[in-house]
């Protein structure tokens, strides 16, 4: 039986030996953990791997990833079936879904245990890629879907409706549609404007347009962006929170909404993202 799932990005220099002391804390405590067997593997930490299926998954409380706000954008989608808060330890720069900082988990875990938290849920965004009225690939975001040319590529011409009602065509680098969560990363900055995370909302950013209409389009979170891709050359790419890309062609529609899904982030109480924002513009 699993209590606490672990999701450590292999990546960090660090976060072997701080995978290790978070399990030895838990087991000295009675509460068992471990992480996918994959994570685990590339750990060199096999013993601690398990399966994430329903039987694992049914014991699990709740879910902490170590690593930053890229380790848990990936975590909270490869996961979301599951339905499990998940709690961000930040071994990275300053992040905005992140909660607790390595100097401060310990002191905080038993918070999290006795259900001393608050829970930020956070909507997911979906887009799939219909090609002569065939459905090719869906996806899910926490932060944003991108419609981006390649490095070498022209500009490409971005036909934007809102509910089937037309917008402009974006002469322009790409186009971003965000979700509040992500409007702090790539629309930000591409000139986008800062959301705070409760607000059911989307934002659609121009990525460098060459028009006079270059201002983002906030709409209610309830409508459907669809987006048709222009371009006689091909290096056009949909990419997902970054992570994942998928090439585009030449009349290919992305239709993008809000899911019906979302990812709860584990809070101390008090927790404000005015706050993080703030810590966010001293780094800066």
Request: one cysteine or more; a neutral charge.
């Amino acid at each position: 039986m699993v209590d606490i799932l672990l999701w450590p990005n292999p990546e960090k220099e660090s976060v072997r030996g701080l995978t290790q002391q978070v399990i030895r804390w838990l087991d000295k405590r009675g509460i068992s953990a471990a992480m996918p067997q994959e994570l685990a593997d590339r750990l060199n930490l096999g013993a601690f791997g398990c399966r994430v299926d329903a039987e694992t998954m049914a014991s699990v409380a709740w879910i902490m990833v170590l690593g930053g706000d890229g380790t848990l954008l990936l975590a909270a989608k490869r996961l979301v079936t599951w339905n499990k808060p998940l709690l961000g330890v930040n071994l990275g720069h300053l992040g905005f879904l992140t909660e607790v900082e390595v100097p401060d988990l310990f002191a905080a875990l038993p918070l999290f245990l006795s259900n001393g938290y608050q829970l930020d849920v956070r909507r997911l965004l979906s887009a799939e890629v219909v090609r002569q009225d065939r459905a090719l690939v869906r996806y899910e975001a926490m932060n944003d879907m991108v419609v981006t040319k390649g490095p070498f590529a022209r500009l490409v011409n971005l036909e934007t409706f809102v509910n089937e009602a037309y917008v402009t065509t974006y002469p322009a680098d790409g186009i971003i549609v965000a979700t509040p969560t992500g409007s702090t990363a790539y629309s930000l900055s591409a000139g986008g404007p800062i959301l705070t995370p409760d607000l059911s909302v989307l934002v659609i950013t121009p990525i460098c347009p060459h028009s006079f209409f270059d201002r983002s389009v906030v709409i209610d979170a309830t409508q459907t962006v669809k987006i048709r891709v222009r371009a006689m050359h091909r290096d056009t790419l949909l990419t997902v929170d970054g992570q994942e890309g998928f090439p585009l062609e030449d009349g290919d529609e992305i239709r993008v909404a809000v899911s019906d899904r979302s990812v709860s982030l584990m809070r101390r109480p008090g927790w404000s993202f005015f706050h993080v924002l703030r810590g966010w513009r001293k780094g800066h």
